[in-house]
């Protein structure tokens, strides 16, 4: 079965502008499009495996690809829904993020944002080890924490922050995304996976 694109309400952002959101959006319905476009060729040519074996074997490797970047892009844009709202301090996200991170969070996270290269900031919680993980991503897909659920999602691609902030714009950009954050969001993820 297709995947369906999503669509978001994002109210006016700050150092986000509408067109770049709204141009954003339109790759990551790109992103959806092409991962259907691959589901669909795939059984064509698994039906004669041997003599599409590269055709196959660049279709699957590009699955991953498509398939994390439809749904980290739902996971970003759902990040901005209902407007900025900071974190609190007394949730179950703030508390522990106090341990962990004391108040250093958001410039840890602007430093793994700021590694060269397209990808993403990820935060990710591990319910065996009782952690959090944060990493870089490359592209969409590569350097995933395996199986773990993902907390907050920042893109750092270039087209991200081309059009408001120019191609060295990255931590503007960086800024405006904390500036506008949802943290309920956030809290409510960390809530689902951590109870
Ligand atoms: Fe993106």
Redesign the pocket.
């Known amino acids: 079965m297709a995947y369906e694109k999503r669509t978001f309400d994002i109210p006016e952002l700050e150092g986000i502008s509408k067109k770049s959101i709204d141009e954003?959006i339109g790759?990551?319905e790109g992103y959806v499009k092409n991962f259907n476009a691959i589901s669909a060729l795939l059984p064509e040519y698994a039906k004669d495996s041997e003599k599409h074996a590269h055709a196959l074997s660049e279709l699957i490797r590009r699955k991953s690809f498509e398939f994390d970047?439809m749904r980290?892009?739902e996971l970003?844009f759902e990040q901005f829904e209902s407007g900025a709202k900071t974190l609190d301090e007394n949730s179950n996200l703030g508390k522990v993020f106090k341990d962990e991170y004391h108040g250093f969070f958001n410039e840890y996270f602007k430093a793994i944002g700021s590694m060269r290269g397209p990808g993403w900031a990820m935060l990710y919680w591990d319910p065996v080890g009782k952690q959090f993980q944060a990493g870089f991503v490359g592209e969409q897909h590569q350097g995933h924490f395996v199986a773990l659920p993902v907390i907050l999602a920042l893109?750092v691609?270039e087209?991200?922050f081309l059009l408001d902030h120019g191609a060295q714009g990255k931590g503007k950009y960086i800024e405006a995304f904390f500036k506008n954050l949802n943290w309920n969001t956030v809290e409510k993820r960390f809530d689902a996976v951590s109870a």
Do not use: E, M, Q, V
């Open positions: 954003h790759l990551y970047g980290l892009h970003y893109d691609w087209h991200a």
